[in-house]
């Protein structure tokens, strides 16, 4: 699945809210709505968004969600890979409640 089929966008952190932006440039995170339950719910309605921070962009490790951190690499959603950041893990997984969705975001693909 491409990133681009997910509605992705970009983010920028502002302390307890966030607000977004339109290229990678201004970026520090990206939203996108979580594969395993677009394809569960064939499409985007009452499927929820994951919201992957990046620390190296300025984001504190207090920032919710967590405790996950990626560096964003790329130009834009077509060729966007998150990578680990040091010490972290390179994979996406969803914690708590929900559907536990565990993957990965390499050049604009979603496995």
């Given at each position: ?12 952190y ?30 985007e309605i009452?499927t929820?968004s994951v ?13 919710s969600?967590?405790?996950g951190?990626w ?17 972290k ?6 914690t708590g409640?929900?559907?536990a969705?565990?993957?990965?975001v ?6």
């Open positions: 699945m491409r990133l681009t089929d997910l509605e992705p966008q970009f983010l920028r502002e302390g307890r809210i966030f607000s977004y932006v339109d290229t990678i440039a201004d970026a520090q995170g990206v939203r996108f709505l979580c594969p395993k339950c677009f394809v569960e719910n064939k499409g009452g929820h919201i992957c921070w990046s620390s190296s962009r300025g984001v504190p490790d207090e920032a969600p967590g405790p951190r560096r964003l690499v790329g130009t834009g959603y077509e060729d966007l890979s998150l990578m680990e950041e040091p010490g893990s390179r994979s996406v997984l969803l409640p929900g559907c969705w565990h993957g990965f390499t050049n604009g693909d979603v496995t």
